[in-house]
């Protein structure tokens, strides 16, 4: 069955209004009913989940906005969205906050961060996973696209239903020249979608709609197929994780179709090597049935 962009982006959108409803703004039971809300969309659209322990990482900082010796999570949640009919795939790490405010707008808000994971997500320097957690060195250095590191912020809108503004990590910048590790982070530009090196990529959605609609599009995140010739090293790390987790699957007698197809579409170098961390509290996997010229079919 084909799904449009719109009709995910529809049901995530009341999925997630539906389940904060009530809700302060506590960020843990927002940011776990961002991921219910997706994995929820399992039953119309084709999602699948998998849990992680070891996401803590170490890298080198600037000394300002991140320790020289710094150490942080990589991320909340771990995103891939693929496509067997354009055989792609993209990746993004994306770190839920929540600001605790009531928008009309989002334009020129200054939102409340971690300014270490900020730099982490923004800047992209080599890192070490620590404990089960062993990337590449250069997991985020070598991502084609920015988007491998963002962001969602939660916030109420005006009728008082929540809402979550997305942006690629080196979207926003630092409003002030901080000490600490904590600041206000500003966007650079209006929400929208660019072209950059022949990919499409959101750069900031306001909103839950708009965001769902281009992680369903393919929007969103650094592309990992074979389109990506610098991407190798990361394909085949993520191939040796997708191993492990349908082995576990096999084992427990789970499902793990998803992660199948996503593996056949990395077209990753064939080793028998297997990784159980992927430095995210959930991995989802994602697949869409969106073409291209469906863009010319939807209004944004």
């Not at 409803?21 to 119309?44: D, N, V, Y």
């Not at 650079?188 to 950059?196: L, R, T, Y």
């Amino acid at each position: 069955m084909t799904h449009s962009a719109n009709a995910f982006a529809n049901a995530y959108d009341t999925n997630f209004k539906v389940l904060t409803k009530g809700f302060s703004h506590f960020e843990i039971p927002l940011f776990q009913a961002m991921h219910s809300s997706l994995i929820g969309l399992s039953g119309a659209f084709e999602v699948e989940e998998y849990h992680g322990t070891s996401h803590q990482v170490i890298f080198t900082g600037n000394g300002s906005y991140a320790r020289m010796n710094a150490r942080c999570e990589l991320s909340d949640l771990m995103i891939i969205t693929f496509s067997s009919i354009t055989r792609s795939a993209r990746l993004t790490y994306l770190q839920a906050k929540s600001e605790r405010a009531t928008l009309g707008s989002v334009g020129g808000y200054k939102f409340a961060a971690n300014l270490e994971q900020w730099y982490l997500l923004a800047k992209r320097p080599q890192l070490k996973g620590i404990g089960k957690f062993n990337p590449p060195l250069d997991l985020l250095s070598n991502a084609l696209l920015p988007s491998v590191g963002s962001f969602a912020f939660f916030y109420k809108n005006s009728l008082g239903d929540f809402e979550a503004y997305y942006s690629t990590a080196d979207h926003l910048y630092p409003v002030s020249s901080y000490t600490q590790r904590y600041g206000k982070l500003q966007a650079k530009d209006p929400c929208h979608v660019s072209n950059s090196l022949g990919y499409s990529e959101c750069r900031a959605a306001c909103g839950n709609f708009s965001f769902a609609k281009s992680l369903y599009s393919l929007e969103i995140g650094t592309p990992v197929d074979s389109s990506a010739s610098q991407a190798m090293p990361t394909r085949n790390w993520l191939a040796s994780v997708l191993r492990y987790k349908i082995r576990q699957s096999q084992q427990s007698d789970g499902q793990a179709g998803l992660a199948r197809e996503l593996l056949e579409i990395l077209s990753a170098e064939n080793t028998n090597e297997e990784q159980a961390e992927f430095g995210a509290k959930q991995l989802l996997i994602i697949k869409s049935n969106f073409e291209p010229n469906d863009l010319l079919n939807q209004t944004r």
